[in-house]
């Protein structure tokens, strides 16, 4: 079933359009399948530029013509085989064309109370300017799987060359750090840590990325090691940093992580030294406090909220704890 292709607001993009063809050409097409037979010039010229900027696709010259389009850039445009099904590209930009049009026609259609003005999904709307609409993350992973470490960060100075700013590729500094950690579950420790490096090169003045860094060092003395010898290097390393860096929050999520892997012992030690470097912070004294109560030793983890809360008789969380697990615990005596 033909359904006729929306045509997108490009009135916005005026100056930019243009005619295929000879304007003396009869505007007879051979081989549509998702436009209209009776598609005019200015019409298919739209769907055209469409395709060209939701790609992301250079325009000029109509090189961006020749992803899809048999011709050469060393041949009058119109000797180009415009109709020719030839190359793969054309026939998947087929269906993604007949998709829109469905998506628009048959689904946002049905929608009553529409956004005003009414929102069309356009090949924009998932490739953001790229041919390849896979998210950064997903190309990486894949790049570093088929070309190693280097082959990851070439492609990222790659893309971040070519898109950043472009809203094509989200750059923010927690993908790269997702990509790391992605690299490090599988032991390959260097290579996420160059990942976590890159991050901070790119975001010096985001803590996260730095702390991401700094988690990511230790965690590898922890499994490579032992989490005695992580906590003696986290020592020594945390004087390094830059102000703000070696925070409460990184042996914190150390811990709840070795937490999660049923290492107990593990995590209590973890919690423990980090409440001795951050005796102050709340999240330091409900961490080990909570993994002393959920370790089954009830009655230490409450010793750890009412110290709390001799020490900070105007925090409210800690005393709410403190009463919940009080009240449980007499409960259960
Ligand atoms: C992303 C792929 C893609 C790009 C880029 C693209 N086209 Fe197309 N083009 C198509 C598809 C798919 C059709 C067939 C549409 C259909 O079946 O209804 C088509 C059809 C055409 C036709 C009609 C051919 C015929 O006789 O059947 C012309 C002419 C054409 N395109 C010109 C251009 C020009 C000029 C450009 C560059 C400005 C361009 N196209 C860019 C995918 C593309
Ligand atoms: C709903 C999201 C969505 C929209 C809208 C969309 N695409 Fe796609 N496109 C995809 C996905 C997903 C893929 C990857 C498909 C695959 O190969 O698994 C893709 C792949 C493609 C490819 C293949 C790229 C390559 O390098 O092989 C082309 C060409 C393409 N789309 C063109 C278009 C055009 C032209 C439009 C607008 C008419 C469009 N797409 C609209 C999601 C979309």
Redesign the pocket.
């Known amino acids: 079933m033909k359904r006729k292709f929306g045509l997108l607001a490009l009135v916005a993009l005026g100056v930019l359009s243009f005619q295929?063809g000879n304007a003396q050409e009869p505007n007879k097409?051979?081989?549509?399948?998702?436009?209209d037979a009776d598609t005019t010039r200015d019409e298919?010229g739209d769907a055209?530029?469409q395709?060209?900027f939701g790609?992301g696709?250079p325009r000029r010259q109509?090189e961006?013509?020749l992803?899809?389009?048999v011709g050469d850039m060393d041949l009058p445009v119109s000797e180009w085989d415009?109709?020719s099904d030839d190359k793969k590209?054309?026939l998947k930009?087929?269906v993604m064309?007949q998709m829109v049009a469905d998506i628009n026609a048959d689904y946002l259609a049905r929608l009553d109370d529409r956004m005003d003005p009414d929102f069309r999904v356009t090949c924009e709307t998932c490739h953001a300017g790229r041919t390849d609409p896979r998210p950064l993350d997903t190309i990486l992973i894949k790049e570093y799987s088929a070309n190693g470490i280097s082959g990851a960060i070439d492609k990222y100075e790659e893309l971040r060359a070519r898109y950043f700013g472009a809203g094509a590729y989200d750059f923010r500094p927690y993908v790269l750090t997702k990509i790391a950690r992605t690299i490090a579950a599988t032991g390959a420790w260097n290579d996420a840590l160059v990942i976590e490096t890159k991050n901070e090169e790119v975001h010096p003045d985001n803590r996260s990325a730095a702390r991401a860094r700094l988690t990511m060092q230790v965690a590898r003395k922890m499994y490579e090691d032992s989490v005695l010898s992580a906590l003696a290097y986290y020592d020594e390393i945390r004087q390094d940093e830059a102000p703000g860096v070696a925070g409460y929050s990184i042996l914190d999520n150390l811990g709840w992580t070795i937490h999660r892997e049923e290492r107990v012992d593990d995590a209590l030690l973890i919690f423990r030294k980090n409440l001795e470097l951050f005796p102050s912070e709340y999240v330091a004294n409900e961490s080990l406090g909570d993994a002393l109560w959920f370790s089954d030793d009830k009655a230490a983890g409450i010793a750890v909220f009412e110290a709390w809360v001799q020490a900070n008789p105007e925090n409210d969380m800690g005393r709410r704890r403190l009463l919940n697990m009080q009240e449980e615990f007499s409960k259960t005596e």
């Open positions: 295929v097409y051979s081989n549509l399948q998702v436009l298919l055209m530029l395709n060209l790609l696709l109509r961006g013509c992803f899809c389009h415009f109709p590209t054309k930009a087929r064309m």
